[in-house]
């Protein structure tokens, strides 16, 4: 599984338990280096903050784009949007080009809206590029009567968003990340 260090607060290359700069020894087996700071072992799995694994996320690489697939059809409650907060901000620090498929997504709360929203703000405050696609009728109106369309780049399907960024090679193959 690959590794990677970050403060609490999402700071790559740093370790999480003092919050000053780690450099990897390609060397050292990922997992096994020491914080040569505070001699604590500071790595955690690549997108998850202190531990949180993606459990209602699918990411893949495809190029230098994140796609990402909700696992969960129904997005109701707070427990379940406060771990997905989690999950889409650890995906800033891995691509400058996210794209949420939400082919998967049946039924979406008013309070994920706001996660968007300030999922969508951070990502631009760190110059990635976000794209929408594959929201089912229901789900795309409420972002036109919340005129949410207008603050979010929303395709009908993957290929058309995909487009949208710039352009992938031909023979791009999806790559798991999680």
Known sequence: ?????????????????????????????????????????????????????????????????????????????????????????????ESKKILLDFANVDYLSSEFLGTLITFDKQAKSASCRVRFCNLRADILEVFQITKLDRLFTIHKDRESALRGFDPLPDTAEPTKLN
């Open 1 to 93: 599984m690959p590794i990677s260090s970050r403060t609490p607060e999402g700071i790559p290359n740093h370790c999480p338990m003092c919050g000053k700069e780690v450099v990897v020894n390609p060397s050292i087996p990922p997992g096994d280096a020491l914080c040569p700071h505070c001699g604590q072992l500071p790595w955690f799995p690549v997108g998850t903050r202190s531990g949180l694994s993606r459990q209602h996320l699918d990411v893949r690489r495809l190029g230098d784009v994140v796609v990402v697939n909700f696992t969960c059809s129904q997005i109701p409650d707070s427990s379940i949007i406060a771990e997905l907060r989690e999950e889409l901000r650890s995906l800033v620090d």
